[in-house]
């Protein structure tokens, strides 16, 4: 709007909120699929619900990784405001600590007969996580099986994961033990 009336943002900004008494918010993201994103829907929707029907659905595990830090987890961040006169030295340096790591789902399927799914970035989706699993055994939800743009899938990715993080931090977890057991109770 700015570029537009040839004015700087300040004026912009000030008249929209004094004179026209506007506030100015973000839109919300939201998520949009596009006609090509449709028609895979269209085409995927169908062999995917076959897949899950009747109880089968409850062999599935739609996840995706997360970061949970035993250590320092009063939400302390990797960046560092630093005052005009600061310099960039004055960073306090991000170390990673090496970390034991839990992998859950062998206790809650031991048949093995678990569907693993996780979404569809390219990290997962190469052809190396690909083989690595197929090598390991382990049943999956390959992508060209799964939907495009569904977050609504991926429920772990979009709160799950942050609503446990936000748990940890409140009942100042800070062992590998106490974290198992607090996830035992659950």
Not at 7 to 31: A, D, E, G
Not at 38 to 55: A, E, F, G, N
Not at 81 to 109: G, I
Request: proline content about 5%.
């Amino acid at each position: 709007m700015a570029k537009a009336l040839n004015v700087s943002q300040q004026v912009v900004s000030y008249q929209l909120k004094h004179t026209i008494k506007k506030k100015c918010h973000k839109k919300p993201k939201c998520h949009h699929l596009n006609e090509r994103s449709v028609q895979i829907r269209r085409q995927r929707s169908w062999p995917l619900q076959k897949l899950l029907r009747k109880d089968r659905w409850r062999k599935f595990i739609t996840t995706d990784e997360a970061w949970i830090y035993l250590f320092d987890t009063s939400a302390k961040s990797k960046v560092q405001y630093l005052n005009r006169d600061q310099n960039r030295r004055d960073l306090t340096p991000s170390t990673t600590v090496p970390h034991p790591k839990v992998d859950d789902y062998c206790r809650l399927y031991p048949n093995g007969d678990a569907v693993f799914h996780e979404d569809s970035t390219p990290s997962h989706a190469s052809w190396v996580t690909q083989k690595f699993l197929t090598d390991q055994q382990v049943q999956f939800l390959r992508p060209q099986q799964w939907m495009p743009n569904s977050p609504d899938g991926s429920s772990c990715d979009y709160f799950l994961w942050g609503h446990l993080r936000n748990k940890l931090n409140k009942r100042g977890v800070s062992t590998l033990r106490v974290f198992k057991k607090l996830l035992e109770k659950r």
